[in-house]
């Protein structure tokens, strides 16, 4: 059973950081794409970095704000987030593709970790 796990979220005040964290834990075989989404209340859940390969792709609102990192001996996807606006307040989402130990090959999500920029 693969599942992903973020921490780190909280409550920041316009202009802080947070760093999130995601670990993948099970019977991994291989992991591909790894990524952050965000869902903010009334809205649809949006995609806001990955990472693959050592290429990074991000929604543009965060260019420049926020940095997408991998360890991959950690099995682990990060989200560093800097100058946090209040617009970036949202559930956030690990996401990525992986390939068990059976060879599946599957998509999965964590369970979300809430980030509040409020002063």
């Known amino acids: 059973q693969v599942q992903l796990v973020e921490s780190g979220g909280g409550l920041v005040q316009p202009g802080g950081s947070l760093r999130l964290s995601c670990v993948a834990s099970g019977s991994i075989f291989s992991i591909y794409v790894m990524g952050w989404y965000r869902q903010a209340p009334g809205k649809q859940r949006e995609l806001v970095a990955t990472?693959?390969?050592?290429?990074?792709n991000y929604v543009d609102s965060v260019k420049g704000r926020f940095t997408i990192s991998r360890d991959n001996a950690k099995n682990t996807v990060y989200l560093e987030m800097n100058s946090l606006k209040p617009e970036d307040t949202a559930v956030y989402y690990c996401?990525?593709?992986?390939?068990?130990?059976?060879?599946?090959?599957?998509?999965?999500w964590g369970q979300g970790t809430q980030v509040t920029v409020s002063s």
């Open positions: 996401n990525a593709d992986i390939r068990d130990a059976t060879m599946r090959r599957s998509n999965y």
């Open positions: 990472i693959t390969g050592g290429k990074t």
